[in-house]
């Protein structure tokens, strides 16, 4: 049960995020924060690009109300604060991969140098211990880029990017042994209260429509990504690291699909193209709104098969998540040369990075 003080801090993001909101929208063509329709880009008119600005925004103001979570989540907000500025410069200025990667690095290796936590322990895998060693490092590093960029990618339609985010919180909350709330599941729980008023206006329920941008999807994959993190790789860990998996399932095997195809095809694996399962979707004949409702039912299944196989240990778990991911890319492979044979739409792009 939320006690007073959750309550009220609750109540603090939610006012500060519909704050700015109606603020950040006034400014965004002042500060070049504007989505204009292209070749990749196919909604009407120019959109603001200031969603991710204010739900971040709202968590710093709500953590700060609520008061000290801990030094890994002060350190986890400042490293994210990094990656929201640069999120926004891509917004506006388009900022290259190489460029990106190379601060995504270091604001995730400053991470693991200040609180000592990165992915180290797999678990007790049919019968053996699972300890990666300083080798969990480089695996901690690829990790988060993976997840911050998979939310990243899967930001193509109305909702899909909050809406999966709001999905791996309430995983989160699922699998989480943890009693009672603190350190980062608060930060989480505000960070899903921060998010309400965006999906209203992004979903056009509320006010002129606006879009999360990079600096709103990159840092809800980073935020999510060391939440899972230090839940499962912490001093007292309340998760397992193979339930970690299942509370982001969908953007993770998106990805790792995408990824697989583009460099099969003898492509950069960040080349834009619309290959995603929503773009698929929607080709298949699927509205936007159909889109969404049937990608965070996917969610929610493969969450659901994730509990099932949890009683069955991580060995098992890690064994099922595996084989689904494999299922998934070739399936997405199956139908992208089926529509790429058959549709008049030009989905494969040029490179803009």
């Not at 490092?137 to 899967?154: D, K």
């Not at 429509?209 to 840092?219: E, Q, R």
Request: glycine letters at 12%.
């Amino acid at each position: 049960m939320l006690d007073a003080r959750i309550l009220s801090a609750c109540v603090m993001t939610l006012a500060t995020s519909a704050f700015g909101i109606n603020v950040l929208r006034k400014c965004a063509d002042a500060l070049g924060l504007i989505d204009k329709p292209n070749e990749r880009k196919l909604h009407i008119g120019s959109v603001p690009l200031i969603g991710g600005l204010a739900i971040f925004m709202a968590v710093l103001n709500g953590t700060v109300y609520y008061g000290d979570l801990g030094e890994f989540t002060q350190k986890l907000l400042g490293t994210a604060t990094v990656l929201a500025i640069l999120g926004a410069l891509d917004d506006r200025d388009d900022l290259s991969v190489r460029s990106r990667l190379f601060v995504q690095t270091v604001a995730i290796l400053t991470m693991i140098a200040s609180t000592g936590i990165y992915v180290h322990r797999l678990g007790h895998v049919f019968g053996t211990e699972v300890d990666l060693g300083w080798a969990g490092i480089p695996v901690t590093v690829i990790a988060v880029i993976g997840l911050l960029n998979a939310f990243n990618m899967m930001d193509g339609i109305d909702g899909l990017a909050g809406g999966l985010s709001l999905m791996s919180i309430g995983s989160i909350f699922l699998f989480n042994n943890q009693i009672g709330l603190q350190g980062v599941t608060v930060l989480v729980l505000l960070l899903a209260v921060a998010m309400l008023p965006f999906m209203l206006t992004n979903l056009g329920l509320l006010g002129r429509k606006i879009f999360m941008g990079d600096a709103g999807s990159m840092v809800l994959g980073y935020l999510l990504a060391w939440t899972l993190i230090q839940l499962s790789q912490g001093a007292q860990p309340t998760m397992s690291s193979s339930d970690v998996l299942w509370c982001v399932a969908l953007p993770v095997f998106d990805t790792l699909a995408v990824m697989y195809r583009r460099m099969r095809e003898g492509a950069s694996p960040f080349r834009p193209d619309r290959g995603h399962i929503h773009h698929m979707l929607m080709r298949a004949g699927l509205g936007p709104r159909r889109t969404l409702l049937a990608l965070l039912m996917l969610a929610g299944g493969f969450t659901f098969i994730g509990n099932l196989t949890h009683k069955l240990g991580p060995g098992v778990n890690f064994i099922v998540f595996g084989g689904l991911s494999i299922i998934y890319t070739v399936t997405m492979a199956r139908v992208w040369n089926m529509q790429t044979k058959t549709s008049h739409e030009p989905i494969t792009l040029r490179s803009t990075t």
